[in-house]
């Protein structure tokens, strides 16, 4: 029996101009998120209910994440992979079927154009090349 390793294969890295985009990505979305955020856990105007304490200590913790992306881009992109899953969710799971029913308000209208925005610069900037290599390609090979 082997007790080494097997090596492990180098991972091609994007270039430097996309980890760029990537920061500036990930930078965004702190800034975004961490002003509410935070200043509304740490300094509440009124006690939230459950659903929303819970909302609003993601989206924090979410920002936090973020900033961790400047520094490293490529060991955060599963943050980027989750921003683009749930935006696109929201879209057709709550903005379609209101859009079907006729139930559009300003709050549904505002919060298209922000996911729409977050799906395209993310389908955008995401390294699928390296999301592939890493993540997708050796998914279903399991070692024995």
């Known amino acids: 029996m082997n007790l080494q390793s097997e090596p492990i294969a180098e991972v091609k890295k994007p270039r430097a ?11 965004l979305n702190f800034i ?4 509410d955020n935070w200043s509304a856990i740490l300094f ?12 609003i200590s993601f989206w924090a913790g979410f920002s ?7 520094r490293f ?3 955060m992109v599963p943050i980027l992979l989750l921003q683009l899953l749930y ?15 006729d139930l559009l308000n300003p709050s549904l209208e505002e919060f298209f154009w922000i996911c729409v925005g977050g799906v395209v610069l993310n389908l955008l900037i995401i390294p699928w090349g390296y999301v592939y290599r890493t993540f997708i390609r ?7």
């Open 17 to 27: 101009w996309r980890l760029h985009l990537m920061r500036g990505l990930f930078f």
């Open 73 to 75: 881009p490529l060991k």
């Open 64 to 70: 936090l994440l973020n900033l961790i992306g400047v």
């Open 138 to 144: 050796d998914f279903f090979r399991f070692k024995k």
């Open 87 to 101: 935006k696109s969710g929201w879209l057709l799971g709550t903005y379609l079927p209101a859009q079907n029913a």
């Open 32 to 35: 975004s998120l961490a002003s």
């Open 44 to 55: 509440p105007k009124e006690q939230l209910d459950t659903l929303s304490g819970v909302a």
